[in-house]
């Protein structure tokens, strides 16, 4: 059944960046790969919210002892999001959320709403420096395009440092991991450098994520493959803070803000590599 719903998934995404960013391959793939003899290069993270700070604190000592979460311990969380996402302030939140909700009342398509909201993120990206929109995007192309696996209890990449913010009553989940063929090059410079992997996630999570979240997720991962590479990135700390950037500004406003327009682009361009 996961399977079905992760590939009737792939075929959505993929048909819409067929047109927007011509897109030729199919998001998932199914695999009886169990990643042996693979290296890991990062992952998607997100929080897992519960009613109170005890259950929260409750389901996560049940993890430790048995390393996994229950399928009955998921559906008992109140919500799950994006790092990127959790992590909003509440002005940030008010932008995001006026962003999704113009990009999905305008949108006609019928296509996947993550799609269309990654699409409006990308486009905002492109009126502040055009040349970064086009590394990212070109990332982007290659994650799709790779083998998307579903998994159950991935393992936790830490690359988040201690200065990642949850609420007392959320835990931190694994929903994506990336797993590439070891090289002399691990974290790719372009897409035509992406070594050949696969992509695990863990579908109990990326079904229960909204499309906001979803996009952000995926706009996340393919900002920092190239922080890594190009801006010495150890953690995603920056490349949260930046994508929660693109998802909430107020584009008239930065305009109008030299200085800020000229410091967000300073810092994009090296992230994304850019002389």
Not at 128 to 156: C, G, N, T
Not at 176 to 195: W, Y
Not at 212 to 218: D, F, G, M, Q, S
Request: with cysteine; aromatic share 6%; charged share 20%.
């Amino acid at each position: 059944m996961t399977t079905k719903l992760l590939n009737l998934h792939r075929g959505t995404i993929a048909a819409f960046f067929a047109t927007i960013f011509m897109v030729f391959s199919t998001l998932v793939a199914p695999s009886s790969s169990t990643a042996k003899g693979w290296s890991s290069t990062g992952g998607g993270s997100g929080a897992l919210c519960f009613d109170t700070p005890n259950t929260a604190a409750l389901v996560s000592e049940s993890r430790m002892k048995t390393g996994v979460l229950s399928d009955l311990q998921i559906a008992s969380a109140i919500s799950i999001e994006s790092l990127d996402i959790h992590e909003a302030s509440t002005l940030e939140k008010e932008g995001i959320a006026a962003l999704a909700g113009r990009q999905l009342l305008e949108s006609k398509t019928g296509l996947a709403e993550e799609s269309v909201l990654y699409a409006a993120a990308m486009k905002r990206l492109q009126k502040i420096i055009p040349d970064a929109s086009i590394r990212i995007e070109e990332i982007f192309q290659a994650i799709v395009a790779q083998k998307w696996e579903p998994k159950i209890s991935l393992d936790q990449i830490f690359d988040r440092s201690d200065r990642a913010q949850l609420s007392e009553n959320c835990i931190f989940v694994q929903i994506l991991a990336r797993h590439s063929t070891p090289g002399k090059q691990v974290i790719p410079r372009s897409r035509a450098d992406l070594p050949l992997g696969i992509i695990e996630v863990d579908l109990r999570f990326w079904n229960k994520l909204d499309v906001l979240n979803k996009a952000a997720l995926l706009f996340h991962e393919s900002l920092y493959i190239l922080a890594a590479s190009h801006a010495g990135h150890v953690d995603s700390l920056r490349v949260r803070s930046l994508t929660r950037t693109i998802f909430s500004i107020d584009l008239e406003s930065l305009a109008q803000n030299r200085s800020a327009l000229e410091q967000l682009r300073s810092e994009l361009r090296l992230m994304v590599g850019l002389n």
